[in-house]
């Protein structure tokens, strides 16, 4: 009996949808909190803009959670740590790297200390902004929700705007002055 | 060299404590100088530097709030830099006093003040990593303390490398990281 209800949970049943959807509305962030890209993730999960309406819930241990947002510079040091605590998180595990400083070292670019998050750990979605808004923070968990469900891509399309009615007209070329010059 | 090297003591000027302290510190004051916030600046001979510290905290200093180095990598010398400063004595309020001292670039030593003043401990062992200064006295010379213990380490010797140094050469990351 047990071996056709797994025949029917894994064949006829789709475990795999089930299975992407619970994991889509319990992301559950663990901090690494290492600049002030932390207070805008206080931010997030505030009653201002309630993160947790997407199912993002600020956890404390690495154990129990899935995501590891990245808030802020990695030096040599820490990165040994969010390396550990990387391998800790049962999968499946996803990466935010959040700010300058998290995507490329930001302000503190080629420093003799500080490195760059995707080289020690893959990074899933990355936040620009010095520091992010919080609209931003939760744009990151919903292009996390897109790549879970296999559309990964940006939740918003950008607006275009036509500007041209309200710029100044383009310059004229100015003949060169060597050819004056020749002429 | 044409780069004009600034002066390691600002320009004398009078002060309220300067005749207090050369009636205490004596012969140990080779020059001095008042900065442009007002603050009296004091250079000293580094064999001194303890007799220095001892004789302050029996003014009145009570912690050292700042203690770091500079690098005059062209004269081959280091500028250590010790502020002083006092939370208890009111004729102290509001002064910070700057004592220098100079040692020579290639043996880098000093003596340490870690014992007298004990806020002084974390700023020699930083100053001990980033310039690469022996502070002699000190339990923790020789041992990393915020750097990374794999990190500024040279590839050839094993010896480590001191970032903070002018010579130093910082990690290229291209354009695009």
Redesign the interface.
Known sequence: MSQALREFLLKKAKLEKLFKWGVRWSLWPVHLVTSCCGVEVAHTSGPGFDAERWGVLPFHTMRQSNVILVEGTI???MA?VLKMVYEQMPEPKYVIAMGACAV??GLF?????VV?VDTVVPVDVYIAGCPPTPEAVIRAFIMLHNKIKGQPGPYVEPTKVDLTPYLPPPPKPQPKPMAQQAG | MSAKIPPKCPPPADHPLLEKLKAALGDAILNHGVTPEGHLCLMVPPGKVREVATKLKELGFDHVLSLSAVDYMAEGKFLVTYVYASYLNPDLKNQLLHVRAEIPRNDPKIASIADIYPSADYDERECHEMFGIWFEGNPHMGKRFLLDPDCCIDEKTGKPLYPLRKDFKVPDWGLMG
């Open positions: 030096t040599k040091k040994k490329r070292g670019w080629n420093s003799y200390h760059q």
